[in-house]
């Protein structure tokens, strides 16, 4: 936005939407959250929520413990959560074997400035590889419409190994991937990011506590500060 010359390098890469990608996309999607883009963009960063928010459908609250790092490359921060043997949940096992079985769980959350969000989530056999399991990437793109409201747009593609089962069978799954993760933005996510944006705004002074699976929101909400107030001075 502005009169600047738009720099091309900049655009996230969501390639893996294209039609000639190869992979099953879903339905390409969109909500309207009563809430400032940060809280949503935090909420997607912090992966830990996903075992108790979304339980059932995304995560177990058993499945809560994991390794998790950060990393930040210029106006990009990673957020990696590793879990093993753990139980699978709908969506996972769905795109995977679908057999409920327990495997290794890894979720890679990728936010690029100002609000662009991209998850790789795949779910592979107990001990085993990568490369032998099936997930998603999970497109998250947010446009700020006021100070506290957001238009979240999402769509997601299947990757991993080869789906076993014939068109109509695939066309179910991505219908069921589509239908799942609308319910878990919509009627899990929007609730208590909305209740967060009516807290802040009766109470302007409250000060967030910061916990470990907070360092991802923190990060980028400090490059998000620094970027502002230089766009500030220059237009002064």
């Known amino acids: 936005m502005g009169v600047s010359q738009p720099d091309l390098s900049l655009i996230p890469d969501y390639s893996f939407l294209d039609p ?8 390409r999607d969109h909500v309207t959250m009563r809430s400032n883009y940060r809280l949503v963009a935090n909420n997607l960063l912090d992966l830990s929520h996903a075992a108790y928010l979304h339980e059932g459908i995304l995560a177990y609250p058993e499945s809560v413990r994991a390794e998790i790092s950060v990393r930040e490359e210029g106006n990009y921060v990673y957020v990696e959560r590793n ?17 409920g079985q327990p495997v290794d ?20 056999p107990v001990g085993g590889r990568i490369e032998e399991g099936a997930g998603l990437y999970g497109a998250h793109i947010l446009t700020p419409v006021t100070e506290t409201s957001t238009l979240y747009h999402f769509a997601a593609a299947r990757r991993g190994v080869p789906f076993e089962g014939d068109e109509q069978t695939a066309a179910e799954v991505r219908k069921k991937m589509s239908e799942l993760r609308r319910i878990a933005f919509e009627e899990q ?18 000060k967030p506590v910061l916990l470990k699976i907070d360092t991802g929101p923190a990060r980028c909400n400090r490059i998000l500060d620094k970027l502002i107030s230089a766009e500030t001075q220059h237009e002064q």
């Open 189 to 206: 996510d929007e609730p208590i990011v909305e209740a967060q944006q009516r807290y802040l705004l009766k109470h302007p002074e409250a």
């Open 20 to 27: 000639d990608s190869g992979y099953q996309i879903s339905k």
């Open 83 to 99: 879990r093993t043997n753990v139980k699978p949940a709908l969506l996972p096992d769905l795109l995977f074997r679908g057999d």
């Open 105 to 124: 769980v890894m979720t890679v959350m990728r936010w690029s400035a100002p609000c662009h969000l991209m998850n790789d989530n795949m779910t592979f």
